[in-house]
T-cell receptor, first 117, second 116 residues
Framework: GAVVSQHPSWVICKSGTSVKIECRSLDFQATTMFWYRQFPKQSLMLMATSNEGSKATYEQGVEKDKFLINHASLTLSTLTVTSAHPEDSSFYIC?????????????FGPGTRLTVL | GESVGLHLPTLSVQEGDNSIINCAYSNSASDYFIWYKQESGKGPQFIIDIRSNMDKRQGQRVTVLLNKTVKHLSLQIAATQPGDSAVYFCAEPTNAGGTSYGKLTFGQGTILTVHP
């Protein structure tokens, strides 16, 4: 089956530092990937749509200069949380949409737990 | 409705019981829904989907019911097992008429706890 990985699975950083999270589709190509954020005991909220070869599309209220997205290839998207602060602590989840051209589910990564001290 | 930012409701059941998890939606034009299961510390996993031209769809131990009149769908899990303990979300894609899901809007979610 289709597998999406994320790295790292968890990270602890100091306030003011930047953290990069990788999302990879392991056995399929994905022009489009999505980044979600989930706070404890809450639902997933879409942050942005990552498009290979073009700029990401951010949801309303999400700062594009703070959450930098780079979709470098058809199997890799990265999310960089710049100048992280404690309020950025959250569970970040990516999903990838196969380029099959057929109606197909998105596949989710296992998530990355970010804790900012 | 598809509220976000609220804490999730909970459902506790005994092993072997049937579980019913509910989801309401607000857009009467919505025509495709998905149920996801999210285990603790993991990403969501697809369970089952349903199109609006159906009012019921069955999978292995799961059934989704769609009531378009009251804009409500439910996920029924038969003979619930401890391994079913997770958070369950309904979701709606933006590109229901296209060839890909597009953005997903997740419902509030329900925490299901199954006691042995």
């Amino acid at each position: 089956g289709a597998v999406v990985s994320q790295h790292p699975s968890w990270v602890i950083c100091k306030s003011g530092t930047s953290v990069k999270i990788e999302c990879r589709s392991l056995d399929f190509q994905a022009t489009t990937m999505f980044w979600y954020r989930q706070f404890p005991k809450q639902s997933l909220m879409l942050m942005a749509t990552s498009n290979e070869g073009s700029k990401a599309t951010y949801e309303q209220g999400v700062e594009k200069d703070k959450f930098l997205i780079n979709h470098a290839s058809l199997t890799l998207s990265t999310l960089t949380v710049t100048s992280a602060h404690p309020e950025d602590s959250s569970f970040y989840i990516c999903s990838a949409e196969p380029d099959s051209g057929n109606w197909d589910t998105q596949y989710f990564g296992p998530g990355t737990r970010l804790t900012v001290l | 409705g598809e509220s976000v930012g609220l804490h999730l409701p909970t459902l506790s059941v005994q092993e072997g019981d049937n579980s019913i998890i509910n989801c309401a939606y607000s857009n009467s034009a919505s025509d495709y829904f998905i149920w996801y299961k999210q285990e603790s510390g993991k990403g969501p996993q697809f369970i089952i989907d349903i199109r609006s031209n159906m009012d019921k769809r069955q999978g292995q131990r799961v059934t989704v019911l769609l009531n378009k009149t009251v804009k409500h769908l439910s996920l029924q899990i038969a003979a619930t097992q401890p391994g079913d303990s997770a958070v369950y979300f309904c979701a709606e894609p933006t590109n229901a008429g296209g060839t890909s899901y597009g953005k997903l809007t997740f419902g509030q979610g329900t925490i299901l706890t199954v006691h042995p």
